[in-house]
């Protein structure tokens, strides 16, 4: 049994939270999560009590502190079912999939290769190859989506050619929530001799990851999105495209040794990517947001939210003021609009009634093309809400009008 009221006792943000005089109705999931007391207890305790820098100390607090830092590593590969060499500590996703796009996608591509991508991508996996485009002279094209915004497999191999070496695609999307065809594209893109960067933000918090069966060659991902604290991320890579990737910051820890003249010997992944004092608590605090999620189990977080996302739909539906994007998408995204009511009032009238939700592009401005609209609504649900909270949100987005959200600010 899935007890979320046990669940929600984890979590100090919904112990009697309010907003607006209401009590907190969270709907900013693929924004960012709260933490359950694990994750702050881990962070406030090296902070109180292991407060040292990690690989640098002779002594054993720092010892013991390493020791917890590299065992993440391990807890970190094991939830995505890598390897520990394979995982690279990084500021987020954004971070993550800069230094794909740098590191690799700069020294590698030539002019005439493409990058193949969608509109529905975030920036942080669009805007880098903007900028590798750029400077190398490649190409950026995008694989047509369907009139709803999903990528289907069907559009992927038409789009597909042998001078595409790079495809860039979130595994679900931060809008919709649709979830892409990683394992066949994955396949079908190596038959072309691509290597396929996946931004796994969205995925890796709610579904079971294995990167081994979708055999993709980077995954990025953030701890916020998970459970876990800010500023700290993941970069997956299959090692041998690890050690041919160039670091684009070097410092203390990154090399093996170097000399006057500038020759510098770097480590071997991952640690040639982590020069300087790294996030220490942040990477503590992601340890025990693995450990959460592994002890409630990656299934049944996705089949519940699954279960909360058609409740929520199969309500909404029957309200005629509203104008649903996605409601086919199995995730638990809801990107919607208010009939003649702008996406920035709408959310202002669900924020007076004690619900947070997010308004406006959400980071992917190129996705209006295809909505046809500039902004969106957009309601995001975890393992931690409740039906109660999604029937406070169906009420309250059913008292929408413009004369409601006018009449919040006279």
Request: negative net charge; proline residues 4%.
């Amino acid at each position: 049994m899935f007890d979320v009221l046990k669940i929600r006792q984890d979590f100090p943000m919904l112990h009697n939270r309010t907003m607006q005089s209401h009590p907190l109705v969270y709907l900013d999931n693929a924004a960012t999560t709260f933490k359950p007391q694990c994750v702050i207890d881990a962070v406030v305790r090296y902070y109180t009590e292991q407060t040292t820098n990690v690989h640098r100390g002779d002594y054993e607090i720092s010892y013991q502190v390493s020791e917890a830092y590299e065992k993440t590593r391990e807890d970190v590969a094991r939830f995505i079912h890598a390897e520990p060499k394979e995982i690279v500590f990084t500021a987020g996703a954004s971070a993550s999939l800069n230094l794909v796009a740098y590191g690799y996608g700069r020294k590698y591509l030539k002019p005439g290769d493409v990058i193949l991508s969608t509109e529905a991508e975030h920036a942080s996996n669009i805007l880098p190859w903007f900028k590798v485009v750029e400077e190398t002279g490649a190409k950026l094209e995008y694989i047509p989506l369907t009139e709803d915004g999903r990528l289907t497999l069907e559009n992927f191999r038409k789009a597909m050619h042998e001078q595409v070496k790079i495809v860039a695609v979130a595994d679900i999307t931060n809008v919709l929530g649709y979830v892409a065809p990683i394992e066949e594209m994955t396949r079908i893109a190596h038959e072309h001799g691509a290597i396929v960067v996946c931004d796994g933000a969205q995925s890796v918090p709610h579904t079971p990851t294995d990167v081994k069966a979708l055999d993709v060659d980077f995954l990025a991902f953030s701890a916020h999105k998970m459970c876990g604290p800010t500023g700290i991320g993941v970069l997956y890579g299959k090692f041998e495209l690890l050690q041919k990737t160039d670091p684009f910051m070097l410092g203390g820890g990154s090399n093996a040794r170097f000399d006057m003249c500038g020759n510098i010997l770097l480590k071997d992944a991952p640690y040639k990517f982590e020069a300087g004092t790294p996030n220490i608590e942040g990477v503590l605090g992601l340890q025990q947001a693995v450990r959460y999620l592994e002890n409630i189990g990656m299934d049944r977080i996705e089949a519940y939210e699954h279960e909360l996302k058609a409740y929520a739909i199969e309500k909404l539906k029957k309200l005629d003021n509203l104008i649903l994007y996605n409601p086919t998408s199995p995730t638990g995204i809801i990107a919607f609009n208010v009939k003649n009511v702008f996406a920035q009032d709408a959310a202002g009238y669900l924020n007076s009634k004690g619900i947070a939700v997010r308004s406006g592009n959400h980071c992917a401005k190129i996705l209006l093309n295809v909505l046809k609209t500039s902004e969106t609504i957009r309601a995001s649900l975890y393992f931690y809400n409740t039906k109660e909270d999604v029937d406070r949100f169906v009420q309250a987005c059913s008292e929408i009008t413009l004369e409601n959200c006018v009449g919040l600010f006279f």
